[in-house]
């Protein structure tokens, strides 16, 4: 059986599917936490945007 693997969206580096964090809005890999974290750090505007639009209400 042949495994899958996916690319970090910010190291680039490959693992295997199963091993992988998965962004379901952004649609991208990670190796491990703290390439999520460097790469949430690089979009953190866009991310305060998307956390706000699901969770901050006015009134």
């Avoid at 890999?29 to 750090?41: I, M, N, R, S």
């Amino acid at each position: 059986m042949r495994q899958t693997n996916v690319m970090c969206e910010k190291c680039g580096g490959y693992l295997p599917l199963d091993n992988a964090l998965f962004d379901e809005h952004e649609e991208v890999f990670f190796c491990e936490d703290d390439c999520l974290y460097e790469w949430a750090d690089d979009h953190f505007e866009s991310i305060v945007e998307q956390y706000k639009s699901f969770h901050v209400h006015a009134g």
